[in-house]
């Protein structure tokens, strides 16, 4: 099993959907001038899974590199439809795997996010303190 489909669609899938969008005003004017079957297609595959399925075909087409390469053997098998057979099989196995990274990223967001706030808060308070003090030195 290789990852490299993986790693890359879900780069890709974070990139287009959760950073992107907080880059200034540009990327969300870009996809509301979107034709109308593009912007569905933009909203419909916010879902990693949809998305992770569509992107694993297009990078397969442009790598020829299989999550789980045994699936390529389906092309000396069964020809072209051993071929499209392997493809989504492999598309569908990918997708599974975005997902969970989507996922665990989020997980792993949230603690993250509140260590930080609670470290920032902490500090802001240290320097509140440290400040008083100096001032309550000053007057006596």
Not at 39 to 44: K, R
Not at 59 to 80: H, I, K, N, R, S
Request: contains cysteine; glycine residues 6%.
């Amino acid at each position: 099993m290789t990852f490299s489909l993986v790693l890359m669609g879900l780069t890709i899938h974070v990139l287009v959907w959760e950073k992107l969008p907080d880059w200034g005003t540009w990327f969300t004017k870009l996809v509301e001038r979107l034709p109308a079957p593009l912007a569905y297609l933009y909203s419909a595959w916010h879902c990693p899974y949809c998305f992770g399925f569509w992107i694993a075909l297009a990078l397969q087409l442009l790598t020829g590199v299989y999550t789980l390469p045994e699936l390529a053997a389906l092309t000396e098998t069964f020809g072209l439809a051993g071929t499209i057979m392997a493809m989504s099989l492999d598309a569908l196995v990918t997708a599974l795997l975005i997902m969970v990274g989507s996922l665990a990223l989020k997980a792993l967001a949230l603690p993250a996010i509140k260590g930080f706030e609670l470290t920032q808060t902490f500090k802001a308070g240290m320097s509140q303190a440290q400040s008083t003090q100096e001032q309550q030195h000053d007057n006596a």
